[in-house]
């Protein structure tokens, strides 16, 4: 062996390792990161074959968390599906409901009214919102950035208690209907909302001076986990991941539901496609997401917050179930067999969060789904991960894994 | 818009029929043209994005099986479905569209584990949500919510639950681990390893 000593550069760990005494060279070793772990965001396991520090090959294993909520969708009502969909994404509870809810209205081809609609689209930019400051809040933390954690995570607990008041919930909120939301909005929320918009941005801000030219940020994670434009359209990755590499696709610009047309906001696009990237984009709109919300709260229309025509699937009032024979009867029928939702086949993607949230729906007529399939975006942006993860350190999957922001509640379904 | 492009669809592929759908445009393709189909989709028509792959289980019909393909094209801003129906009931098969999308492998991998159709030409067609041993396919028809249910069921199961179903087994599950020793030795495996899917359990 070797008995001249020799310096090392940090650079080649692969050439380093052999270098050291004892060390075979060319030997490499297995390491797991997961089932649970903290920077595994869940339960995700890594099956890693390292050289030295650097990573050869990487195998994700998924599966932990699967509960089959689609063989549980195929066996109830569409209405008894919607607590369900909370526990997808459950970072972002409101903006699942709106996806399914929507889904099955196009089945049924239900409009909903204007009213409606606009709570909807508070309902998912506030989630949108919430997600993403934890979001960033956790990435920082990935890096070693304590003080953001706390900074975004006190937002959020704010943005829930406005959630608290809306939906009676905090965290599984279960708020939209097929056809309508559950209730109508409490009296002066909007003006705590908007409050909340206030407050909000100096905290992107306070972040944005933290993070953004923070040296050992930027070290971390600029040039790594590169997605290039090409990958990322392959690999099917979707949301604040697919637009950091440049590709300029949101479903609420080109393809607008709930009249997202009607709002003028910016879809941020990436360069690089690296770490640092993801991050901004996150940051960014969060920033956009607050001038939609205010300018829903600025035309906030009046009127019904469910569609008339959903008598045969949106409960009665609770008022008239106790009074009138007639409502009492549409509730039971609701209640046991379900919406009547017509045969048929639909698709449909709202632009969730952490990326497009797709909704399957085969109908063969009646109250219960016949193949109900969900496309988590969590599980399609974690696809890329045996591609994106060699090449890089052991400390470099932290940061990667922070910036690709999953949830595996939503990829294992 | 979605009109012509069926018409033009159709012309270059004669075997291409319309599907009936609630929203975007879906046609029928079948199995063995779907490769050169969605080579064409990609480089011709742009549709680049493979959004979703699932399949769809008939139950007592035939064809049984339907594999269901969600495009995107990043520049048009439209969807297109396939639909693919399996020439197989008992051992469905499809090919698999690894080579041309990539988001193809964990889609086929989830489809192949829930609904058992194979891909053929699948680089790595494993189980992906459920666990390596396990035996059946939860998301075809004949798969109860409940477990599965026996004529006789085994004598310590109905002792224990008083239900007339087999567990599902549990042999090669990556549920326990013994907590002592050195970590290396302490992975989780399954509980009882005396007996797996291959060896049979012993009698007495």
Same mark, same amino acid.
């Given at each position: 062996?070797? @008995? ?12 380093? #390792? ?50 089959g909520?689609e063989k549980?969708a195929e066996n109830?009502? =569409? &209405? ?16 699942? &409901?709106? #996806? ?7 089945l ?18 506030? #989630? ?22 706390? =900074? ?13 008041? !809306?939906?009676?919930?905090?965290? @599984?909120?279960?708020?939209?209907? %097929? ?55 392959a690999y099917g990755?979707?949301?604040? &991941? ?33 770490? =640092?990237?993801? =991050? !901004? ?37 609770? #008022? ?8 009492? %009867? ?5 209640? @046991? ?6 045969a048929g086949e639909v698709y ?10 797709g909704f399957y729906i085969v109908s063969k007529g009646?109250?219960v789904p016949y193949r109900l399939k969900i496309r988590?975006?969590?599980f399609c &942006?974690?696809s890329? !991960? ?27 379904r | 818009?979605a009109?012509?492009d069926l018409a033009l669809l159709q012309e270059r592929f004669d075997y291409l029929t319309e599907r009936e759908s609630a929203d975007h445009l879906a046609v029928n393709c079948p199995a063995d043209k779907l490769i050169e189909f969605c080579t064409a989709l990609r480089d011709e028509f742009?549709y680049d994005m493979l959004m979703d792959v699932t399949a769809v289980d008939w139950d007592a019909q035939s064809p049984r099986f339907t594999g269901i393909y969600h495009f995107l094209s ?5 969807y297109l479905r396939v639909a693919s129906d399996c020439p197989d009931d008992i051992n469905p098969t499809l090919p698999s569209l690894c080579d041309l999308y990539a988001a193809a492998n964990w889609h086929e991998r989830e489809t192949f584990d829930l609904m058992g159709i194979r891909y053929e030409g699948h680089p790595n067609l494993r189980r992906i949500l459920m666990?390596d041993e396990y035996p059946y396919h939860p998301l075809r028809k004949e798969f109860p919510l409940?477990?599965i $249910? ?5 004598? $310590? ?34 509980? $009882?390893?005396?007996?797996?899917e ?5 009698? $007495?």
């Amino acid at each position: 062996m070797a @008995t001249t000593t020799k310096e090392f550069t940090i650079a080649d760990a692969s050439s380093r #390792a052999s270098e050291i005494e004892g060390d075979v060279p060319g030997e490499t070793m297995a390491i797991n990161v997961g089932p649970s772990h903290p920077t595994t965001h869940g339960v995700l396991r890594l099956m890693m074959e390292l050289d030295g520090d650097v990573i050869k090959k990487c195998e994700p294993v998924l599966g932990y968390l699967h509960r089959g909520d689609e063989k549980i969708a195929e066996n109830m009502t =569409y &209405n008894q599906f919607v607590p369900y969909t909370d526990r997808l994404d459950y970072l972002a509870p409101l903006a699942n &409901n709106v #996806a399914y809810a929507m889904a099955v209205e196009k089945l049924a081809n239900l409009e909903v009214p204007e009213r409606c609609e606009a709570i909807r689209v508070l309902c998912c930019e506030l #989630a949108r919102i919430s997600s993403h400051l934890l979001g960033i809040g956790v990435y920082g933390m990935d890096a070693g950035a304590w003080t953001v954690f706390m =900074y975004t995570f006190t937002e959020r607990e704010k943005l829930y208690t406005l959630f608290e008041e !809306l939906t009676g919930a905090r965290f @599984t909120t279960s708020y939209t209907r %097929i056809g309508g939301v559950a209730r109508d909005i409490p009296e002066g929320w909007l003006g705590r909302v908007l409050e909340f918009c206030n407050g909000v941005l100096p905290v992107i801000d306070q972040v944005d001076k933290l993070l953004t030219r923070n040296r050992i940020f930027m070290d971390r994670t600029e040039g790594v986990g590169v997605i290039s434009k090409e990958d990322a359209i392959a690999y099917g990755i979707t949301g604040p &991941n697919l637009r950091a590499s440049g590709v300029d696709l949101d479903l609420r610009k080109d393809k607008p539901y709930l009249g997202y047309d009607k709002y003028d906001f910016e879809v941020p696009v990436g360069t690089t496609g690296d770490c =640092y990237d993801r =991050y !901004l984009m996150r940051a960014e709109e969060v920033r956009q997401s607050v001038s939609i919300v205010r300018q829903v709260i600025d035309k906030f229309p009046e009127g019904p917050h469910y569609a008339e025509e959903a008598k045969k699937i949106f409960a009665p009032p609770k #008022a008239k179930i106790l009074s009138s024979m007639e409502e009492l %009867i549409q509730n039971f029928m609701i209640v @046991t067999e379900g919406p009547q939702i017509p045969a048929g086949e639909v698709y449909f993607e709202a632009e969730n969060p952490k990326g497009a949230l797709g909704f399957y729906i085969v109908s063969k007529g009646g109250g219960v789904p016949y193949r109900l399939k969900i496309r988590g975006p969590s599980f399609c &942006n974690l696809s890329i !991960l045996d591609k994106l993860i060699p090449g890089h350190y052991l400390t470099d999957i932290t940061v990667i894994l922070g910036s690709l922001d999953f949830v595996m509640g939503e990829c294992d379904r | 818009m979605a009109e012509s492009d069926l018409a033009l669809l159709q012309e270059r592929f004669d075997y291409l029929t319309e599907r009936e759908s609630a929203d975007h445009l879906a046609v029928n393709c079948p199995a063995d043209k779907l490769i050169e189909f969605c080579t064409a989709l990609r480089d011709e028509f742009g549709y680049d994005m493979l959004m979703d792959v699932t399949a769809v289980d008939w139950d007592a019909q035939s064809p049984r099986f339907t594999g269901i393909y969600h495009f995107l094209s990043t520049t048009k801003h439209v969807y297109l479905r396939v639909a693919s129906d399996c020439p197989d009931d008992i051992n469905p098969t499809l090919p698999s569209l690894c080579d041309l999308y990539a988001a193809a492998n964990w889609h086929e991998r989830e489809t192949f584990d829930l609904m058992g159709i194979r891909y053929e030409g699948h680089p790595n067609l494993r189980r992906i949500l459920m666990w390596d041993e396990y035996p059946y396919h939860p998301l075809r028809k004949e798969f109860p919510l409940a477990g599965i $249910d026996v004529p006789l069921p085994a004598a $310590d199961v109905a002792e224990q639950t008083k239900a007339s179903v087999i567990p599902a087994p549990m042999m090669g599950g990556p549920f326990v681990s013994s907590g002592d020793g050195p970590m290396s030795q302490t992975e989780p495996r399954a509980r $009882d390893e005396s007996w797996t899917e291959k060896k049979e359990k012993p009698t $007495d």
